[in-house]
């Protein structure tokens, strides 16, 4: 698939639309921005291309245009042909962008991935009201004396974009990240449950602030949050499917185990959430990697009919 570069980004970041969604933008069908970290950092190699792929299907299937989000060449690719994903898929240097390291990544032509923090920008700055990943990030456990906060947080609360994640990641503090959301004006939206998923688990034990179960009713608030003007972005926590689930009971105890061994070996900054996702994964024997999948997969097809609705809604 070619792809062609977009007319206004001199007056902007060095935007490249792939053909697919360029078409998609010309026609004024619904997109769906995507991560790339999932790709380079989340899972191995081939199995992040093949989720990669079944991502981007699940997004067609409900009528929507995908737009994977990565920095190659000194371009901030929107959205991927299948040369260039599996280019993607298969590097082992690529650089791991949140908004700190993003345009460092374009001006020295690196390969990056981007994080929800890096998507967010680069799909706000594509015209992309609606964002899927698999779990924000947040404030982490210890915070109080590491300072250690997602940068998620700030991007949800500065940038326009509805944010589709099966809630935080169970690894942090989440109570802690409800309430950093909540004083940053985020409204937190849970879809089809009263409680804030836990990422691998659907209920954290945490009630949920909203809920919506709607993709119409999600359409209007974000309608309404622009005609307010001035406002971040909205996060729609949607629980990873019932039968793809690990409990929270279980899960907390692997989560410990992990946090305690990236304690011991000194793991800092943002080593961290990788490293005790590989340790989850290890001590789960695969079964956190095929909940993610889902959930990821989950979380494409509501963004997709989220993005469709925002449009009828238009």
């Known amino acids: 698939m070619s792809q062609t570069t977009d007319r206004n980004a001199l007056a902007?970041?060095?935007?490249?639309?792939?053909?697919?969604?360029a078409d998609a933008r010309a026609q004024g069908?619904?997109?769906?921005?995507?991560?790339?970290?999932?790709?380079?950092?989340?899972?191995?190699?081939?199995?992040?291309?093949?989720?990669?792929r079944m991502v981007e299907a699940?997004?067609?299937?409900?009528?929507?245009?995908?737009?994977?989000?990565?920095?190659?060449?000194?371009?901030?690719?929107?959205?991927?042909?299948?040369?260039?994903?599996?280019r993607l898929a298969e590097a082992t240097d690529a650089m791991k962008?949140?908004?700190?390291?993003?345009?460092?990544?374009?001006?020295?032509?690196?390969t990056g991935s981007t994080t929800v923090a890096a998507t967010m920008m680069a799909a706000h700055a594509a015209g992309i009201a609606v964002f899927?990943?698999?779990g924000i990030g947040g404030v982490h456990r210890g915070a109080e004396a590491s300072f250690d906060v997602s940068a998620d947080l700030d991007e949800l609360a500065r940038t326009p974009v509805?944010?589709?994640?099966?809630?935080?990641?169970?690894?942090?503090?989440?109570?802690?990240?409800?309430?950093?959301?909540?004083?940053?004006?985020?409204?937190?939206?849970?879809?089809?449950?009263?409680?804030?998923?836990?990422?691998?688990?659907?209920?954290?034990?945490?009630?949920?602030?909203?809920?919506?179960?709607?993709?119409?009713?999600?359409?209007?608030?974000?309608?309404?949050r622009r005609a307010l003007g001035?406002?971040?972005?909205?996060?729609?926590?949607?629980?990873?499917?019932?039968?793809?689930?690990?409990?929270?009971?279980?899960?907390?105890?692997?989560?410990d185990k992990a946090v305690q061994m990236a304690?011991?070996?000194?793991?800092?900054?943002?080593?961290?959430?990788?490293?005790i996702l590989s340790a989850i994964y290890e001590l789960t024997q695969g079964r956190s990697l095929a909940t993610n999948i889902a959930l990821v997969r989950n979380n494409a097809r509501l963004a997709a009919r989220i993005a469709a609705a925002d449009l009828a809604t238009g």
């Open 12 to 21: 902007g970041p060095p935007l490249l639309f792939s053909e697919e969604v």
């Open 29 to 52: 069908r619904p997109l769906v921005a995507l991560e790339s970290t999932i790709i380079t950092h989340g899972m191995p190699w081939p199995k992040n291309a093949e989720t990669a």
């Open 58 to 86: 699940d997004i067609r299937a409900e009528g929507a245009v995908p737009a994977t989000v990565a920095a190659l060449d000194g371009k901030l690719h929107i959205g991927l042909s299948e040369g260039t994903l599996e």
């Open 97 to 110: 962008c949140s908004r700190a390291d993003l345009a460092i990544a374009l001006a020295t032509g690196r």
């Open 132 to 134: 899927a990943t698999g």
């Open 162 to 224: 509805c944010v589709v994640a099966a809630g935080a990641k169970a690894l942090l503090d989440l109570p802690k990240t409800l309430e950093v959301l909540e004083t940053r004006g985020v409204p937190v939206i849970a879809h089809g449950t009263d409680a804030f998923p836990a990422f691998w688990s659907r209920d954290s034990g945490l009630p949920a602030p909203f809920r919506m179960d709607e993709p119409h009713a999600i359409a209007r608030l974000l309608h309404m």
């Open 230 to 255: 001035g406002h971040g972005g909205v996060l729609i926590a949607n629980p990873v499917p019932e039968a793809d689930e690990i409990p929270a009971d279980e899960m907390a105890a692997v989560i």
């Open 263 to 275: 304690a011991r070996r000194g793991i800092a900054g943002k080593q961290v959430t990788p490293f």
